[in-house]
């Protein structure tokens, strides 16, 4: 039978992260291949990179956690609870950076469950679950870390070719792991994986910084739209006689834009974009005979996502009729929505009510690890304001205030859940890890 289980409310309670060892740890990280305008540049597997997880483990280690390196560079500290063999509650996100990146994004996520560690550590506390703070290899370009943890990683390196970066095995070696090895990264359990990360975006600061419960991860659809016209003389042929690519290009775009504002019915989440648009021959003085342009759509219903697309081919059929043109659409890629688990979305707003901070449900429009490892686990995601909504800039901000809330929210939800999936005393009992619903 399961051991008793009782949460010492009263000390459990009150217990808070450090927010200013938080935040120094913040600075500490954004020394490491920052910019002049208070960005920083930490390419995967570069130096900097390197530099960083150096770090990172010296305070994983400082807290009691052993530290290693899986196969495809993922950096583990665990953190050991009462029971050793029970699956393995984890959190963590990336150390890596776009070119010109904040300091927030990523390691905001690895840095808070790092605090949460320590001050676990500091109190004497041991969870029944070992707690696992996971560094995941290059999330910014390849996402191979999550993806080799979750076993969905392309094994062959010329997969991941690209003429800028050097191959993909050199940097997984220069980060401690082996590229032949790869497929050992797979896990097999982890309890649940909870990612607490900066929301890249502005609903959070409009709606007066709660903190964000992540409802899901949205499924992105891209497309190649075509568009076929005739390209004549811009002087010498009538309007009457044309058949302009670009006139219906237009069209399809404001269609486009409409279907993204479209609300009711489900609708409002939904996203819809034109970003990319070539035109031939793109002369001043001849009518545009040829369009082609990209079609980016997101939404968390797979449902919705297939009705947008629906609602926009019957426009576009529509618009070809009236412009003369001949329109088609072809798929490029198509990213599933990735629900999160109910059990940890309720125990995150269960514990954000308890610490008296407000919240506000909305879906993840950015790709996170956390997608990812949602093929091996159950997984929950946290957010935190970002300022202005800007991310992937020098300028991402997100106040230590509500940093320093993120990493209590974790810390909370992780003894939450410690308590909902239960621990068997039996070592490797089928009811090691049961859920109680
Ligand atoms: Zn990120």
Redesign the pocket.
């Known amino acids: 039978m399961s051991p008793a289980i009782i949460e010492s409310s009263t000390t459990v309670d009150v217990l808070r992260i450090n927010g200013e060892r938080l935040m120094q740890m913040m600075a500490d990280v954004a020394a490491i291949g920052s910019l002049p305008n208070g960005g920083v540049r930490r390419l995967a597997f570069s130096p900097e990179d390197v530099v960083a997880r150096k770090l990172v483990r010296s305070w994983m280690e400082s807290a009691g956690m052993a530290v290693t390196i899986d196969a495809a560079g993922n950096m583990i500290g665990l953190y050991q609870g009462r029971f050793p063999h029970a699956p393995a509650l984890a959190t963590g996100?990336?150390l890596d950076t776009v070119p010109n990146a904040g300091i927030y994004?990523?390691t905001y996520?690895v840095i808070a469950g790092v605090e949460v560690a320590r001050t676990l550590h500091e109190q004497g506390i041991r969870p029944d679950h070992p707690i696992e703070v996971i560094v995941f290899a290059d999330?910014?370009r390849t996402m191979i870390g999550s993806k080799a943890m979750a076993g969905k990683a392309n094994l062959d390196p010329n997969f991941y070719e690209h003429p800028h970066y050097e191959p993909i095995e050199m940097g997984v070696r220069a980060i401690g792991g082996n590229w032949d090895q790869l497929p050992t990264a797979q896990r097999a359990s982890l309890a649940a994986f909870v990612e607490l990360?900066?929301e890249?975006g502005p609903v959070l600061e409009a709606a007066g910084n709660p903190m964000g419960l992540v409802t899901g991860i949205v499924g992105q659809r891209r497309y190649l739209i075509d568009i076929d016209g005739s390209a004549s003389h811009a002087g010498t042929t009538p309007m009457t006689m044309r058949q302009d690519a670009l006139v219906a290009a237009s069209q399809v775009v404001l269609a486009v834009n409409r279907i993204g504002e479209k609300t009711g019915d489900g609708y409002g989440d939904q996203v819809a974009t034109v970003g990319a648009m070539k035109l031939s021959p793109n002369v001043a003085n001849t009518i545009p005979g040829r369009v082609e342009m990209t079609l980016d759509m997101r939404d968390l219903s797979n449902a919705r996502l297939d009705a947008m697309l629906a609602d926009l081919e019957q426009q576009m059929a529509d618009i070809a009729d009236a412009t003369g043109t001949k329109i088609s659409i072809k798929p490029q890629l198509r990213n599933e929505p990735v629900p999160v688990n109910s059990h940890i979305y309720n125990a995150i707003s269960q514990v954000c009510e308890r610490l008296n901070l407000p919240t506000q449900a909305l879906p993840s429009r950015?790709s996170?690890?956390a997608q990812i490892i949602a093929n091996i686990t159950d997984m929950g995601m946290i957010f935190v304001p970002s300022q202005g909504g800007i991310s992937h800039s020098e300028t991402e901000y997100t106040s230590p205030e509500h940093c320093i809330q993120g990493a209590n929210i974790l810390l909370h939800t992780l003894l939450k859940l410690d308590q909902h999936y239960r621990c068997s005393e039996t070592v490797g009992d089928a009811k090691a890890n049961v859920k109680v619903s």
Do not use: N, T, W
Request: net charge negative.
């Open positions: 996100s990336h994004d990523g996520g999330e910014e990360h900066v890249q950015a996170h690890d």
